[in-house]
């Protein structure tokens, strides 16, 4: 049994809107965003453990305790750790399988491995929502690796890479971010290769269960028609009070300013030509604590000057320069911050000649009229699409879970939108280094 806190209501009065921050002992953060007026609910227990994190230290609350640091994990285990923890065993020994539980209950269950990120979810009506959530507490906190399920799960994921490596907007993709990053680990692909998972076993399963899923690194972002005190009773119940509480310290790396390669290409069965084309941001923007913000700048830079409702982008779609396929995009999570466009055409040398001729022009001339009247009516677009959002147990879980890793709040996004200003996305754009680019291609 677990004692739990409340340590914070975070409020937004610009929107009416408020949710809790509760905390255990052991360090857990549970953000429970009550939604009466909807019918149903939304949980995501995460973990910050994600294929960046393949070194780390262990550093115990007690600060006479010794530090454990492990070095050089096989790529794609973190992917690995998350197949495996659906299956557990039952009282007689035998595997059981989460998914049957949750199926049971009418709920709808699923988990991913991002970079940055692992996270257990399932949606349910309110009714279901506390038999859902002990199903979702139970089998998260109890990991069961045999020899035997380690090696069955080797092929099902071996089959997985290969399907992805024969993807070419998958390729395409991570060409581009190994084009960009020298020694940035989300250059890593999540799921490894063959050889790498090749080398997991079930004790470095459980290692890297019992360092990246201890309460300290965890987070459960609950959203919907359910009751606070409730809900933090069950909590308290079923959350198991860790013999050892410590902290996890991610590893850190060194990330020259330039580019590793400016140009990629790979040959795959393809309609067309696809395309990536990275702006590799100063190392200390990635960083910084302030990257979840300046993501938010991005992305409205972006779209004022390559959306849909641009003169740039009638004048290189009526050209045949771009297609429907064309779009700019911010890649980000924790240690990454990357600006990217993409698409297919026969030529994406041009493409990106036209895009890096567009970003200096406007360098170096300023924002026309047109920018400044689409700036503010993205802006207003972008705040309403998340006051929307509060409407969504779904999306209110997920973004409280992406804020809060990243150190930030649920409202963060709506207060930076709300405050940008035009002088801002200016000094924004003035960070994109022009002739510091990697371009993938898959011909």
């Given at each position: 049994?677990?004692k739990?806190?409340?340590?914070?209501?975070?409020k937004y009065?610009?929107?009416?809107?408020?949710y809790?921050?509760?905390?255990?002992?052991?360090?857990?953060?549970?953000l429970?965003?009550?939604?009466?007026?909807?019918?149903g609910?939304y949980?995501?227990?995460?973990?910050?453990?994600?294929?960046?994190d393949?070194?780390?230290?262990?550093?115990?609350?007690?600060?006479g305790?010794?530090?454990?640091?492990v070095e050089q994990?096989?790529?794609?285990?973190?992917?690995?750790?998350?197949?495996?923890?659906?299956?557990?065993?039952?009282?007689?020994?035998?595997?059981?399988?989460?998914?049957?539980l949750?199926?049971?209950?009418g709920?709808?269950?699923?988990?991913?491995t991002s970079?940055?990120?692992?996270?257990y979810?399932?949606?349910?009506?309110?009714d279901?929502?506390?038999?859902?959530?002990?199903?979702?507490?139970?089998?998260?906190?109890?990991p069961?690796?045999?020899?035997?399920?380690?090696?069955?799960e080797?092929?099902?994921i071996?089959?997985?890479?290969?399907?992805?490596?024969?993807?070419?907007?998958?390729?395409?993709?991570?060409?581009?971010?190994q084009?960009?990053?020298?020694n940035?680990p989300?250059?890593?692909?999540?799921?490894?290769?063959v050889?790498?998972?090749?080398?997991?076993?079930?004790?470095?399963l459980?290692?890297?269960?019992?360092?990246?899923?201890?309460?300290?690194?965890?987070?459960?972002?609950?959203?919907?028609?359910?009751?606070?005190e409730?809900?933090?009773?069950?909590?308290?119940?079923l959350?198991?009070?860790p013999?050892?509480?410590?902290?996890v310290?991610?590893?850190?790396y060194d990330?020259?300013?330039?580019v590793?390669?400016?140009?990629?290409?790979?040959?795959?069965?393809?309609?067309?030509p696809?395309?990536?084309?990275?702006f590799?941001?100063?190392?200390?923007?990635e960083?910084?604590k302030?990257?979840?913000?300046?993501?938010?700048?991005?992305?409205?830079?972006l779209?004022?000057?390559?959306?849909e409702?641009?003169?740039?982008?009638?004048?290189?779609?009526e050209?045949?320069l771009?297609?429907?396929?064309f779009s700019?995009?911010?890649?980000?999570?924790?240690?990454f911050?990357?600006?990217?466009?993409s698409?297919?055409?026969?030529?994406?040398?041009?493409?990106?000649?036209?895009?890096i001729?567009?970003?200096?022009?406007?360098?170096?001339n300023?924002?026309?009229?047109?920018?400044?009247e689409?700036?503010e009516?993205?802006r207003?677009?972008?705040?309403?699409?998340?006051?929307?959002?509060?409407?969504?147990?779904?999306?209110?879980?997920?973004?409280?879970?992406?804020?809060?890793?990243?150190?930030k709040?649920?409202?963060s996004?709506?207060?930076?939108?709300?405050?940008l200003?035009?002088?801002?996305?200016?000094?924004?754009?003035?960070?994109?280094e022009?002739?510091?680019?990697?371009?993938?291609?898959?011909?």
């Amino acid at each position: 049994m677990s004692k739990i806190t409340l340590k914070q209501t975070i409020k937004y009065s610009a929107l009416d809107a408020e949710y809790y921050v509760y905390e255990t002992e052991a360090g857990l953060q549970i953000l429970l965003y009550p939604m009466p007026e909807v019918s149903g609910a939304y949980a995501l227990f995460g973990t910050k453990y994600g294929s960046v994190d393949v070194e780390f230290k262990r550093v115990p609350f007690d600060k006479g305790g010794a530090v454990k640091s492990v070095e050089q994990l096989p790529d794609g285990i973190a992917h690995y750790l998350e197949h495996k923890l659906f299956e557990s065993a039952d009282e007689n020994g035998k595997a059981a399988d989460a998914f049957r539980l949750f199926a049971k209950t009418g709920a709808n269950a699923n988990a991913y491995t991002s970079f940055d990120r692992t996270a257990y979810l399932f949606s349910s009506d309110a009714d279901t929502f506390y038999d859902n959530l002990r199903i979702l507490l139970g089998f998260v906190q109890d990991p069961y690796f045999t020899e035997e399920n380690v090696a069955k799960e080797q092929g099902i994921i071996g089959q997985e890479i290969n399907m992805y490596r024969d993807d070419p907007g998958w390729r395409v993709f991570f060409n581009c971010l190994q084009g960009v990053y020298h020694n940035n680990p989300v250059r890593r692909d999540i799921a490894g290769t063959v050889e790498s998972i090749a080398e997991i076993t079930p004790e470095l399963l459980y290692e890297c269960y019992n360092t990246f899923y201890s309460q300290g690194n965890m987070l459960l972002s609950l959203a919907g028609n359910i009751d606070p005190e409730k809900t933090i009773a069950l909590c308290e119940e079923l959350l198991k009070d860790p013999s050892e509480k410590f902290t996890v310290e991610h590893a850190p790396y060194d990330e020259p300013k330039n580019v590793r390669t400016a140009y990629t290409e790979e040959k795959l069965p393809c309609a067309f030509p696809l395309y990536q084309l990275g702006f590799k941001l100063p190392v200390e923007v990635e960083k910084s604590k302030a990257a979840y913000d300046t993501d938010v700048q991005l992305s409205l830079l972006l779209d004022i000057l390559f959306g849909e409702l641009t003169t740039w982008y009638d004048t290189n779609f009526e050209s045949g320069l771009i297609n429907a396929q064309f779009s700019a995009d911010v890649f980000s999570g924790r240690g990454f911050l990357l600006p990217i466009v993409s698409g297919e055409c026969e030529t994406p040398e041009k493409v990106k000649d036209a895009v890096i001729a567009e970003i200096k022009n406007v360098q170096a001339n300023g924002f026309t009229d047109e920018h400044k009247e689409l700036f503010e009516l993205l802006r207003k677009s972008t705040y309403g699409g998340l006051v929307n959002a509060l409407s969504s147990p779904q999306s209110v879980a997920g973004v409280m879970l992406e804020a809060h890793i990243l150190g930030k709040d649920f409202f963060s996004k709506a207060e930076t939108i709300k405050r940008l200003t035009i002088e801002t996305l200016f000094d924004t754009l003035k960070m994109i280094e022009t002739d510091n680019y990697a371009l993938s291609v898959v011909k």
